[in-house]
């Protein structure tokens, strides 16, 4: 097989898994306590903010992976709408439970348009590298700038969501719920945004 229908078709491979599981409510099972992160892992997840989380939520897919940098920053961003679609699915529930009083309520209506912001963003910027072809192609950058740009905006969104319930009054377990959640969604968009900085040209990487 030609090298470059060698990795069109592990690039296909990897797309169609990662959006058939996507497309459940939970995109992804739990990392297995038994998955072994690769050293390309390992070493990509070094210069995340938040290393050690960025193993632990990517090793499950290591095979899928393998040392594709985009493989890697897909799976990162597939990661990230599972959690944002789990946080945005909370503060949902919490906006129709009863017995929230009112001056709890603005607050956590403003997070779930904020966390359904985010998920959009997310799952945009996943279709859109998922389209970007292989780097040395003309239109690679474009495809990676909108990335850069969406999962930017997605992690304003997860913090304007916890800036909402910082000083708020919204009673203290409701908050420390809530903003638990978001700071999870946060993190892992986090690494994300790394991860694609990674693949971006270098004249692209901040």
Known sequence: ?????????MTLSLIFYLLSSAASPSPFPSPSPSS???DFIKRSC???RY???CVQSLSAYAPAIHDNPKHLAQAALAVSIKHARSAHAF???LSRAKGVRSREAGAVRDCVENMSDTVDQLTSSYRELGHAGLPESAEFPWHISNV????????TDESTCMDGFAG???EGRLRNSVRARIENAMQVTSN???LVNHVAPKDMQP
């Open 192 to 194: 994300a945004l790394a």
């Open 168 to 170: 708020s009054p919204v």
């Open 91 to 93: 503060v949902t529930r």
């Open 46 to 48: 070094g210069s995340t």
């Open 51 to 53: 290393p050690t989380l």
């Open 36 to 38: 072994a992160p690769s």
């Open 148 to 155: 850069q740009t969406w999962v930017s905006a997605a992690l």
């Open 1 to 9: 097989m030609e090298p470059y229908l060698r990795v069109l078709t």
